[in-house]
């Protein structure tokens, strides 16, 4: 399935989910996003001074061990 998400910091951020249904039940689901629009967002929070500006860019480091973006 794709996406095309509408969110107050990216007017358009692509998305596509996988979801693997077994005797009619969703077992697994993947979300992947194209993460590009948010991280505009964050430039030009950060380049403003903005309130809320995170130095998060999403890569595994800036998540705990076992945890990824």
Known sequence: MMYDAE?????????????TVRDGKIVYNRFVFDRTPFDEFRRRQAQTGAPGASRNTGDSADYPAGRSG
Not at 10 to 19: G, H, T
Request: aromatic share 0%; proline share 15%.
């Open 7 to 19: 969110t107050i910091p990216a007017k358009s951020a692509p998305a596509a989910e996988c979801v």
